[in-house]
Every structure is written in structure tokens, then in C-alpha cells.
């Protein structure tokens, strides 16, 4: 079934400690994101890639670093994670990066719930 | 960066028509206003997307004024299942630089029986 796979489902993590949250699409879609949510402030986007190859910082990037080796991979890392990190975050894709004339839908995944203690 | 105001919940009953407003007084020329669903622990759902008038799809509305400074989203018919969290997102699409894209806070909607 086509679609967006995250793993891990869910995670305890030490601070400090290195963390890689998984995300693979099978769509050959060519935008990627990263978001993060927490209770009460709705989404926020944390990087983007509009293309294998490229990425972009989105609204609240910071300790956190991102990777497009090719399509269908993009993997969120935080290098050294904080209690601050702790939150629900959701990998999506899109058919085009876009342009003023395109019409785009993001794809969601099921989300990565990542507690860090 | 366009920010965007929700009502953060309202309630309905089933059968009854669902209207959804969102403000986006700071809207850029290239930017689309899309509409997303969603249930507990699970990702978000498109519902919508439009640039202005009217747009309609099977299972919503969503109507935009002239000067695009909000937009509102349309349920009709409403059932239980429709409960959830509803976000407007304004943002060009194509993220050439920085954090274009923005989500309202959502509205919770609640649909009773």
C-alpha cells in the first residue's frame, strides 16, 4: 500500500542521547517535511526538502538536522535531544515542491511519539 | 509569514452543516489556503485547497472572499465521525526559502448525537 512509513512508533530517550526518527515514502513524491506538534500549538514545521539533494530550514529548526540522500528517505536527527524535544512529530510528503500555480497535498504519516527524559 | 486565527472549538449536531472560519489578514499573493483533518494519533488529512472563490470537492466547501484575508471551510451534513481537529494552512507551496507554510491552531469540532 502506498504511503508514508515512520518508525519508530514511539521512543523513550535519555537527553544527550543521539536519536534518528525514520521516515520512507513510496509515492516518488518530490517534497518532503518535517513537523512537530504539541499540545495547544498545532503544527510546526521543522525542515523541508523540495527535491533529492536539497533541504530547508523550516520555523523552529534548531537541534535538529535533516538528510535527502534520495526520494523515498528522510530521516530527522537530533544530535543531543532535551526534555524540550519531547512531542509528537509527523513526516509528510507532497507531488511537487509547487509554484504559485500548482495545486499540492501533503501525505502524512502516522507519527513518531518521542518522550525525552 | 502569514498567520492564521481559528475559532479553537465548536460543536454541531449531526445533519446540521459545519462553517469553519479561518483569518489570514497578512496572505501573499502565491499563497494557498488548504484545509486538513485530524483524529487522536493519527496525521493530518487533506480535505481542501483553493486560491479564491469557491472550491468544491466531495466532502467539503471552502469559499474565499475577494481579498482573501480569511477563508471559511464548509461541512455539510455533519456526523459523529466528522469530530475532530480542523486546521487552515496559508503558505506558497513552493518553500524556495525560509517557513512559508503556517498552521492555524486548529478547531476542535464536536459533533453530537
Known amino acids: 500500500i502506498a504511503g508514508i512509513t515512520q518508525a519508530p512508533t514511539s521512543q523513550i530517550l535519555a537527553a544527550g542521547r543521539r536519536m534518528t526518527l525514520r521516515c520512507t515514502q513510496d509515492?516518488?513524491?518530490?517534497?518532503m517535511y518535517w513537523y512537530r506538534q504539541d499540545l495547544g500549538l498545532g503544527l510546526r514545521l521543522i525542515h523541508y526538502?523540495?527535491?533529492?539533494?536539497?533541504?530547508g530550514k523550516g520555523e523552529v529548526p534548531d537541534g535538529y538536522s535533516v538528510s535527502r540522500a534520495n526520494t523515498d528517505d528522510f530521516p530527522l536527527t537530533l544530535a543531543s535531544a532535551v526534555p524540550s524535544q519531547t512531542s509528537v512529530y509527523f513526516c509528510a510528503s507532497s507531488p511537487t515542491s509547487g509554484g504559485p500555480s500548482s495545486y499540492n497535498e501533503q501525505f502524512f504519516g502516522p507519527g513518531t511519539r518521542l518522550t525525552v527524559l | 509569514l502569514a498567520k492564521t486565527t481559528q475559532p479553537i472549538s465548536m460543536d454541531s449536531y449531526e445533519g446540521q452543516e459545519v462553517n469553519i472560519t479561518c483569518s489570514h489578514n497578512?496572505?501573499?499573493?502565491?499563497?494557498?489556503i488548504t484545509w486538513y483533518q485530524q483524529f487522536p494519533s493519527q496525521g493530518p488529512r487533506f480535505i481542501i485547497q483553493g486560491y479564491k472563490t469557491k472550491v468544491t470537492n466531495e466532502v467539503a466547501s471552502l469559499f474565499i472572499p475577494a481579498d482573501r484575508k480569511s477563508s471559511t471551510l464548509s461541512l455539510p451534513r455533519v456526523s459523529l465521525s466528522d469530530t475532530a481537529v480542523y486546521y487552515c494552512?496559508?503558505?506558497?507551496?513552493?518553500?524556495?526559502?525560509?517557513?512559508?507554510?503556517?498552521f492555524g491552531g486548529g478547531t476542535r469540532v464536536l459533533v453530537k448525537p
Open positions: 526538502s523540495n527535491t533529492a539533494g536539497t533541504t
Open positions: 494552512l496559508v503558505g506558497d507551496m513552493y518553500l524556495a526559502a525560509g517557513n512559508k507554510l503556517t
Open positions: 509515492m516518488r513524491h518530490n517534497a
Open positions: 497578512n496572505i501573499a499573493t502565491n499563497d494557498y
